[in-house]
């Protein structure tokens, strides 16, 4: 039977890229290739705040008990292993059936559905064939992978995808009905841009599905780094659309640059997304 290691099940907006606004369910896989500790640090520092959170583990009975983050990744909790327990292995069947209880209709009408992580393009690809073919799926009329940009997809998934977009069976969607957002990381992540900027792997994706790139803005240098991304993603023979978004799981943070990555973005005639979640829902766990 197939299963997902699944950190969050919940019914939201979408807050950020092409998206924004509309209806959706989003799956949050467990698990990530990254640490991503550098966001919010000063270039070469590594946040601590999981670390402090980990020590006191038992505090938290469920992950939504978790507290928010400043620095580093804001779902460090849906990879790192010290909080593996906080996130059940579910079958696909009662994936699928957990998520038309949450559907305002109990059936899809015009949501999507956004599988992120983490990052949900690790070993999980075996199991979305199975959830995407269950009989409370076949409504479905778009999916978003968030992805980090990093994982080839398998033969069997890219299969499985082309056939679900182009297929009559399946109503015959659409490739457009397919999107990778794909959040590339930059140095101030704290990863590596050679682990990090992948050309081949995402216009792989480009060629199975609708492919952005997203990347997330804090300094001058940040944005000077993603013209740089972008001249080696165009150069290796990516056409999708690029998408500059300020930094910060919190509005403090948030609303200190959101503007100024706007003005950088139209200046440079990139597109610009905002953080939806961030203004509305405060960043909470499941929004
Ligand atoms: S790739 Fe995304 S989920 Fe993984 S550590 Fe970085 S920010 Fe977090």
Redesign the pocket.
């Known amino acids: 039977m197939s299963k997902l290691k699944v950190s969050e099940l919940f019914y939201s907006i979408q807050g950020e890229g092409r998206y924004m606004g509309v209806p959706s369910v989003f799956l949050r896989t467990f698990g990530?290739?990254?640490?991503?500790d550098g966001?919010g640090m000063p270039r070469g520092e590594r946040s601590n705040e999981r670390n402090i959170i980990a020590n006191s583990i038992t505090e938290f009975k469920q992950y939504r008990d978790l507290p928010l983050v400043t620095t580093g990744?804001?779902?460090?909790a849906?990879?790192d292993p010290r909080f593996k327990d906080l996130s059940p292995i579910l079958t696909t069947d009662s994936i699928a059936e957990s998520i038309c209880e949450i559907l305002p209709h109990k059936e899809w009408r015009e949501e999507h559905l956004v599988i992120t992580?983490?990052?949900p393009l690790l070993g999980w690809q075996r199991s979305y064939p199975n959830l995407l073919s269950h009989p409370k799926m076949q409504g479905l009329k778009e999916i978003t992978f968030e992805t980090?940009g990093t994982q080839e997809l398998s033969k069997d998934l890219s299969h499985y995808l082309l056939d679900w977009t182009l297929n009559p069976k399946w109503g015959k969607r659409g490739r457009d009905a397919l999107t990778f957002s794909v959040?590339a990381?930059l140095p101030c992540?704290g990863?590596a841009w050679s682990d990090a900027i992948k050309p081949d792997v995402v216009c792989e994706y480009e060629r199975v599905g609708y492919t952005y790139l997203k990347f997330v803005i804090a300094t001058e240098q940040d944005a000077a780094d993603a013209l740089q991304a972008t001249t080696e993603f165009r150069q290796g023979g990516f056409k999708g659309p690029v998408y500059l978004m300020p930094v910060g799981g919190v509005e403090r943070v948030y609303t200190l640059n959101n503007r100024r990555v706007a003005e950088f973005a139209m200046n440079n005639g990139l597109r610009y997304s905002d953080r939806l979640q961030v203004p509305l829902f405060k960043n909470e766990w499941g929004t």
């Open positions: 990530c290739n990254f640490t991503c966001f990744c804001d779902s460090y849906s990879w992580g983490g990052e980090n959040s990381k992540s990863e």
